[in-house]
């Protein structure tokens, strides 16, 4: 039989308690956190005058919680969200351990059908503001690695035309720095906003 031993820094790490804590700390108030951020985004005025499908606002925010998104911990809220066989339209904001926060608009099916030609003729506004666009043909991967993702202000605007309108689905996201941490919610939110005036943009 094999025996498992544990390398020097192992044997420090699992002798020593107080790492666990500061994490499971740090876990909870990100909890907090979200739970702040679906409160603003629920009260932000573009929230209750835009044509969100179905029972989009009805359905609440969902805060899901995980150990192991690339082998680390993660917090996840989904709010606004509409989730169904054929179609999503959903704001997701993400915590990933180690790495960031980062904030996604997530559109697939008659959703992306609707607003394609707004976020194709959003170009510049969106480049301005730093977002990236989703380049993998498997839509559920959330970070920014691997080649997930590309700043729009680096792909030609033709060339950005073409991706949003050969795809069933799209993806905008934008990271925030754990250095920036107490202006994450109005960040996000400012985002969230600038993002559905673009979809309802008719020029």
Same mark, same amino acid.
Request: no cysteine; proline share 8%.
């Given at each position: 039989?094999?025996?498992?031993?544990?390398?020097?820094?192992e044997q420090a790490l699992v002798v020593n308690a107080d790492w666990l804590y500061l994490k499971n700390n740090v876990l909870q108030k990100v909890m907090t956190l979200?739970?702040?951020?679906?409160?603003?985004?629920? +009260?932000?005025?573009? @929230?209750? @005058?835009?044509? $969100?499908? %179905?029972?989009?606002?009805?359905? %609440?925010g969902k805060i899901s &919680?995980?150990? &192991?998104? &690339?082998?680390?911990?993660y917090i996840i809220l989904d709010y606004p969200r509409f989730f169904s066989r054929d179609n999503i339209f959903a704001f997701r904001t993400m915590f990933w351990w180690g790495?960031?926060?980062i904030a996604t608009l997530?559109? +697939? %099916?008659?959703? /992306?059908e609707k607003y394609s030609d707004a976020i194709a003729s959003a170009w510049h506004q969106l480049s301005a503001h730093q977002f990236q666009v989703y380049l993998q043909e498997d839509p559920w991967?959330?970070?920014l690695e !691997? %080649? !997930?993702? /590309?700043?729009?202000? +680096?792909?030609?605007?033709?060339?950005f035309k073409q991706l949003i309108a050969r795809r069933s689905f799209i993806k905008l996201a /934008?990271?925030?720095? $754990?250095?920036e941490w107490g202006k994450i919610v109005p960040e996000v939110v400012r985002d969230y906003a600038l993002l559905l005036q673009v979809l309802v943009r008719t020029d």
């Open positions: 039989m094999e025996i498992i031993s544990l390398t020097a820094e979200m739970g702040q951020l679906q409160q603003v985004l629920e +009260a932000h005025p573009g @929230t209750k @005058t835009f044509p $969100f499908p %179905g029972h989009t606002l009805q359905a %609440g &919680r995980g150990e &192991r998104y &690339r082998e680390l911990p790495h960031y926060f997530h559109l +697939a %099916g008659e959703e /992306k991967h959330h970070d !691997n %080649g !997930n993702y /590309k700043l729009i202000s +680096a792909i030609p605007v033709l060339e /934008k990271p925030y720095s $754990f250095e």
